[in-house]
């Protein structure tokens, strides 16, 4: 049985670790020809190597999403190395980094080359993918997939205010695009998860206390589990798909709950 994106190519930003990872492996394992571009290349290869190792077709290419020259170059490759472009998942995003021994940054303190540099990450990284995107859709004149990573920081207060701020443009983003572009049969969609342990939050997947902190995690959410990237993954595949080929304009959550309301304990 074909795959959900058999034979579609695929850029997805981020692409050396987290949901990013996780999103690459999982559409080539559906069929996609992927570009797995990251700011950091070892990553992206290393990604790469892991689909190559299950018979998948991929490239590793580096990209600082914040460059739109680099975004517009990413393009490049997946059309000169697969001839076209399908798919854009613009995931890669950054956070404030916490302080050992604190809690999240208060705004107040956060210095405005801090705020400087999310914004040109998380907002404008966002930009420039979907702006190199629709240009290569329309030259190719058959519609396209974007589907943006967002944060349930994105739709409540949650996060810290500056991350939150970021991420709600994003999602704003994302629903006024999608209208602009519908007519042109351009789907753009985002996910929004919540709490998960990746190196975007500062915590190794692989080190001594990864669990613990999973599982400390996972307690602020309602289903009682922390978000596993391949929750974010297997959401964006679905948006990419034809299984969703009637939605646009979506800001879906992958938050174990968070964004429904108050959990109220007995």
Known sequence: MD???QGKVAIITGAGSGSGRAAALLFARHGAKVIAADLD?????QTVSAIVAESGHARAVQCDVADEGAVSRAVQS???SYGRLDIMYNNAGITIQVRPGEGLRRFVDTTLDEIKHLQAVNITGVIN???AAIRQFEAQGNGG????TASV???IGYGGTVYGSTKGAVTSLTRALAIEMAGAGIRINSVCPAGMPTRFVGIDPEGPNAEAVKIGMGKAHPLGRAIDPMDCANAALFLASDLASNITGVNLPVDGGISAGIQIRR
């Open 3 to 5: 795959g959900l994106v």
């Open 41 to 45: 290349l070892a990553w992206a290869e």
């Open 78 to 80: 997946a059309v000169e």
């Open 129 to 131: 993918g979907c702006k």
């Open 145 to 148: 997939v974007i589907v943006n």
């Open 153 to 155: 920081a994105g739709l």
